[in-house]
Structure formats: structure tokens, C-alpha cells
């Protein structure tokens, strides 16, 4: 077991009630591609309840070596190592074929411009029928669901203008626009919702 390992308490509060859905909507084998990994806390929990998928981490090149412990520790052989994905360069085509996205908690840490190219790519790589399910915070015709959300938007505001809950109407639209129809929008604990969308 390696010592000092990452650790978000947060993935450790959210993965449960996560995985119920998942387990729901990835019943089918093959590979799920996730944006925005982290620690690798959720790779590893998912993978491990998961064994008939095989899970591909990715993440921005500057944090896509932090699972690594995560994922060494695990001994699993249902995940890929970890790849350096900044959804803004495109580098899409040269992912291993995917049935499947999930990203967690990406969404208000990237300027739209980044979760436009996440959808875009998200959508290029997806079979048809394919589910991405975007977990974490969104807004509701500009209203956040709860105080605790709307002073978590200012205080991401505050740290960097480009950053922000995003308003699920604006979302809605990017997914129309990329081919991902939102299918269902499942209320999750701590305010948090997980959006499922399926490429038409
Ligand atoms: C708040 S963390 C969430 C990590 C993990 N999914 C979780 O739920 O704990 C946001 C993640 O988004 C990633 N990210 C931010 N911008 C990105 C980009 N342009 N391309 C890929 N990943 C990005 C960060 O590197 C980070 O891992």
C-alpha cells in the first residue's frame, strides 16, 4: 500500500450513491472513457464494482500522473493507465475506442470553451447510443438548487473569473448542438446532480 496517496474526502462521499447509477446505466462490456480524474479515487471504486468494463482514466497533462497510486494500489486489471487528456487539444482520435464517458466535478472547474470541447469530443467518440454521464453542481434557469452551491459558485468565481457552476440550460444547448441529448437528470446527494446524455 503506498502511503500519501491523493485523497478527496468528496469522492469518498459521492462514489456510492455514483456507482448505483453507473451500475444502471454501464451494464453493457466495454470501455469507459473518463475526463477529469483526480485522484483516481472513482476510477478505482467503479472499476473494481464494475469488472465487466474496462475503465480508461484521463486527465489534463498536469494532473494526469496523480491516479497513478490510486490505480497501482488497486492491483486491478480492469484499468488503463492513466492518459494526459486536455479535452481542449483534440488529441481524441488517438484514445482507445470507447462505449461509454463519465466525468466528474469538471464542468464549473473549466471555462466553457473547455466544456464545449468536452462535449464535442465527448460526442466524436462515442458510438451512436452511446452515454456520458456528467456528474457535479448546475445551475437551473440562473438559480443554484441551494445557498451552499451559489456561495461554492462565487468563491470558484472569485478564485478565477473562468471558472463557475454552469446553468444546465446552456448545457442543454451544448448537447443539442454536439449530438448528446440529455436523457435523464438524477438528483444526487450535496446538491449535485448526474446528468445522463445519449449521442443520437
Ligand atoms: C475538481 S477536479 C475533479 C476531479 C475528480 N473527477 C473528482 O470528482 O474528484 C477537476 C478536474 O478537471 C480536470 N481538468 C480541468 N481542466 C481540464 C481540461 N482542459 N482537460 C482535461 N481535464 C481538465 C482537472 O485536471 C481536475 O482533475
Known amino acids: 500500500m503506498q502511503k500519501d496517496k491523493p485523497f478527496s474526502q468528496a469522492c469518498e462521499n459521492n462514489k456510492a450513491p455514483i456507482l448505483e447509477k453507473l451500475a444502471e446505466l454501464f451494464k453493457q462490456p466495454g470501455t469507459i472513457l473518463e475526463i477529469g480524474t483526480g485522484t483516481g479515487q472513482h476510477a ?3 472499476a473494481g464494482h464494475l469488472p465487466h468494463v474496462v475503465w480508461q482514466p484521463t486527465d489534463h497533462p498536469q494532473n494526469a500522473q496523480l491516479a497513478r497510486a490510486w490505480i497501482d494500489d488497486s492491483h486491478l ?12 487539444d483534440g488529441k481524441w482520435a488517438d484514445l482507445p475506442a470507447i462505449h461509454g464517458a463519465f466525468s466528474a466535478n469538471t464542468a464549473h472547474i473549466m471555462a466553457w470553451e473547455e466544456v464545449e470541447a468536452m462535449f464535442h469530443g465527448v460526442a466524436g467518440a462515442l458510438p ?3 452515454i456520458f454521464c456528467l456528474y457535479g453542481p448546475f445551475s437551473y434557469g440562473g438559480q443554484h438548487t441551494s445557498e451552499s452551491n451559489a456561495r ?5 468565481r472569485t478564485q478565477a473569473p473562468h471558472m463557475g457552476i454552469q446553468d444546465i440550460e446552456d448545457i442543454k444547448a451544448l ?3 454536439t449530438g448528446l441529448a440529455l436523457e435523464e437528470d438524477f438528483e444526487m446527494p450535496a446538491n449535485n446532480r448526474l446528468l445522463v446524455w445519449r449521442k443520437s
Do not use: C, M, R
Open 44 to 46: 478505482v471504486h467503479f
Open 77 to 88: 486489471t480492469n484499468i488503463n493507465s492513466p492518459i494526459a487528456l486536455n479535452v481542449l
Open 128 to 130: 451512436k447510443d452511446g
Open 152 to 156: 461554492f459558485d462565487l468563491s470558484l
Open 175 to 177: 448537447g443539442a448542438e
